[in-house]
């Protein structure tokens, strides 16, 4: 039962009313169904929605529309980390465990320079989702191209749960520390 095909600015009118009443992520693949568009689609708009000032970021689980009053009242910090594949998992549940949203991951590359991929994970089940999408798409950790070394930008409702989840970081050896 084919719908309707919703067309240019009135599909982006559509999404970006869904992503804002929307608290979590939404697929490429939902937005695209609600239009009646492909995917690639959808994947165009939300790049205009984005160049015209629309707070919304791709995460593993979908778009998500982030205005900043949700981020402002946020604390934030940015941690170096360096662990092999094998305990990413581990990583990405202490933080949000602790109450952190792991916002993203970031490496230098040796040609390409800072590479940063939105990761967006606040809780065990989004870390299982975000994981599950690795292992079927046979993706790698951006880490595994610096040996384990990247950062994370970490966001949560206050500064002490940062210090209490930078302390486990540090405590299961994640954490790398600067020597002065």
Same mark, same amino acid.
């Given at each position: 039962?084919?719908?309707?095909?919703?067309?240019?600015?009135?599909?982006?009118?559509?999404?970006?009313?869904?992503?804002?009443?929307? &608290?979590? %992520?939404?697929?490429?693949?939902?937005?695209?169904? !609600?239009?009646? @568009?492909?995917?690639? $689609?959808? +994947?165009? /708009?939300?790049?205009?929605?984005?160049?015209?000032?629309?707070?919304?970021?791709?995460?593993?689980?979908?778009?998500?529309?982030?205005?900043?009053?949700?981020?402002?009242?946020?604390?934030?910090?940015?941690?170096?980390? &360096?662990? %092999?594949?094998?305990?990413?998992?581990?990583?990405? !549940?202490?933080? @949000?465990?602790?109450? $952190?949203? +792991?916002? /993203?991951?970031?490496?230098?590359?040796?040609?390409?320079?800072?590479?940063?991929?939105?990761?967006?994970?606040?809780?065990?089940?989004?870390?299982?989702?975000?994981?599950?999408?690795?292992?079927?798409?046979?993706?790698?950790?951006?880490?595994?191209?610096?040996?384990?070394?990247?950062?994370?930008?970490?966001?949560?409702?206050?500064?002490?749960?940062?210090?209490?989840?930078?302390?486990?970081?540090?405590?299961?050896?994640?954490?790398?520390?600067?020597?002065?």
């Amino acid at each position: 039962m084919a719908g309707k095909k919703i067309l240019g600015d009135e599909r982006r009118s559509v999404i970006l009313d869904h992503l804002m009443t929307e &608290q979590i %992520p939404i697929t490429g693949g939902d937005l695209a169904k !609600l239009a009646n @568009v492909s995917r690639q $689609v959808i +994947v165009s /708009d939300i790049t205009l929605l984005k160049a015209k000032g629309e707070p919304i970021i791709a995460t593993s689980q979908g778009y998500l529309y982030m205005p900043s009053t949700n981020r402002d009242s946020m604390a934030e910090r940015i941690v170096a980390c &360096q662990h %092999p594949p094998d305990r990413a998992e581990e990583e990405l !549940l202490l933080l @949000v465990d602790h109450g $952190v949203t +792991v916002k /993203d991951v970031k490496i230098e590359h040796g040609v390409y320079g800072d590479l940063t991929a939105s990761i967006m994970v606040s809780n065990r089940k989004e870390v299982e989702q975000f994981l599950s999408k690795i292992r079927k798409t046979n993706a790698s950790f951006l880490s595994e191209l610096t040996d384990g070394v990247h950062l994370h930008t970490l966001m949560a409702p206050n500064e002490d749960a940062l210090v209490k989840a930078v302390d486990a970081l540090k405590q299961a050896g994640f954490l790398i520390e600067s020597h002065n």
